[in-house]
């Protein structure tokens, strides 16, 4: 059993930050990639920034320069600051790890963590 668990969320006004953190239990023998998503008022779910197993790094267009990813691999966890936070940042923020259990390779998905930029 695989559980992905954010948390992190809340309101801030424009201009304001945010720290997210995400971090994968359970029965993982090989963690591949973990990444944040977010999912607006239109239901599309986009890419924010992700990590591969080696290191590599890779941000949505419409926030390089004002997020940053961060792990700690002995914790299977990632961490996204937010900084400099828009209106258009607002959503549901979802985790997903990439990973190896009971042999089998699978996306796992967390609950989400609502993020509400507004003045």
């Known amino acids: 059993q695989v559980q992905v668990v954010e948390s992190g969320g809340g309101s801030v006004q424009p201009g304001g930050s945010l720290r997210l953190s995400c971090v994968a239990t359970?029965?993982?023998?090989?963690?591949?990639?973990m990444g944040w998503f977010r999912q607006g008022p239109e239901n599309q779910r986009e890419l924010v920034a992700g990590?591969?197993?080696?290191?590599?790094?890779h941000y949505g267009e419409s926030v390089a320069g004002r997020f940053t990813l961060d792990r700690t691999i002995a914790k299977n966890t990632i961490y996204l600051q937010m900084n400099d936070l828009k209106p258009e940042d607002s959503g549901v923020y979802y985790c997903k790890a990439e990973g190896m259990s009971a042999g089998r390779t699978m996306d796992y998905w967390g609950q989400g963590t609502q993020v509400t930029v507004s003045s």
């Open positions: 990590i591969t197993d080696d290191g590599r790094r």
């Open positions: 359970g029965d993982i023998s090989l963690l591949y990639y």
